[in-house]
């Protein structure tokens, strides 16, 4: 009887039809280890001492405000954080993340996010998630949008909706890695839209897998400020370096 499984059997069975996997090391968790495996729990390692008050990213010395990056340009989003630093396992966990089918490594993500973030949300207090969309070209062949995995989580877990329509991408751009600045700007010329008619709320809170030199985020941000938005800031699960740029 159905009543008579217990929710170890429950968990056992969920295990056999959706097995799960570490983010960190891709063993297959048990029910006990409900986001990652019992050792990389041990070794994770958050970012800790100083950051860029602008966009987060560790740095070396608590004697500068600003990372390089944000030193040399102004961001149009008023602040964001990123859990963890774009480099060895979190960078290899990141790729399967994306480009791999792990699309259910986001649980652990979002769950980072939360917590390291909870003194950042607790005063934005933001009303809406948007995701940075991918063009639905690139959403057919991956089967999935990271960044939107991500944010149906954490707006789940913050009790605020995820905007998955209202935002879109219009153009099919060129990954941007390996691009110049001033190349990286003309990708994203134009590159999100929102649909017509739309209003969205007062604060908004864009969530992404990685963040680099926030030129996609500052796109993404001036088609929501365009939509309605007052107050835009960002999370992301990863941030690359200062030498990474
Ligand atoms: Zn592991
Ligand atoms: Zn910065």
Excluded at 98 to 117: H, M, Q, T
Aim: aromatic content about 10%; overall charge positive.
């Amino acid at each position: 009887m159905l009543s008579k499984i217990t929710r170890e059997q429950v968990s056992g069975l969920l295990e056999i039809l959706y097995p799960r996997h570490c983010p960190f090391c891709d063993r297959l968790l048990s029910g006990r280890e409900p986001l990652l495996c019992r050792r990389c729990a041990g070794e994770l390692k958050l970012i800790q001492g100083p950051v860029c008050q602008k966009c987060g990213r560790p740095l070396e010395t608590d004697t500068l405000e600003y990372c390089d990056n944000c030193r040399r340009k102004e961001h149009l989003f008023i602040r964001g954080f990123a859990p963890f630093t774009y480099r060895g396992r979190v960078q290899d966990s990141i790729t399967r993340f994306k480009y791999d089918g792990r699309a259910e490594y986001a649980s652990f993500y979002a769950a980072a996010i939360r917590k390291f973030g909870e003194p950042f949300l607790n005063v934005w207090m933001p009303e809406l998630i948007v995701p940075v969309p991918i063009h639905p070209e690139r959403y057919r062949k991956r089967g999935y949008n990271q960044a939107e995995e991500l944010g149906k989580r954490l707006a789940a877990s913050l009790h605020i909706p995820c905007a998955q329509h209202e935002i879109f991408r219009r153009k099919n751009t060129r990954p941007q890695k390996g691009l110049t600045p001033s190349m990286r700007r003309n990708n994203l010329q134009n590159a999100f839209a929102a649909l017509e008619g739309i209003r969205l709320p007062e604060r908004v809170l864009l969530v992404d897998d990685i963040y680099t030199t926030g030129t996609t985020l500052d796109a993404l941000t001036e088609t929501v400020l365009g939509a309605g938005a007052r107050k835009v800031w960002f999370a992301c699960a990863s941030i690359a370096p200062g030498r990474a740029f």
